[in-house]
């Protein structure tokens, strides 16, 4: 299992995404969407492999980010967020 974090930034505000959101979560057995632009999930995929299943949702304009995350992280989060975060195998 890997946790990746998946930042992205929308440009056109008039296409809807929502199959962008569906993507993140059906190619996740957890995630966390606490920020806007931010999810961490909890997947049996690479960040390559992830960031595939997401590139037929986003347009050329878009930018999106998807990187593993490990245990050295540090951040101004709510205590939900850090227990969330705390309970994952890395």
Do not use: C
Not at 25 to 52: C, R, Y
Not at 62 to 81: F, S, Y
């Amino acid at each position: 299992m890997s946790v990746l974090i998946v930042n992205y930034e929308l440009k056109n505000r008039a296409n809807d995404y929502s199959s962008l959101f569906n993507a993140i979560k059906d190619n996740s057995l957890e995630w966390w969407h606490f920020m806007e632009h931010t999810w961490i999930v909890v997947t049996g995929h690479s960040p390559d492999q992830f960031a595939k299943f997401l590139y037929p949702h986003i347009m050329n304009t878009d930018h999106l980010l998807v990187a593993k995350l490990d245990r050295d992280h540090q951040g101004w989060l709510p205590e939900e967020a850090w227990n969330w975060l705390n309970s994952k195998q890395y």
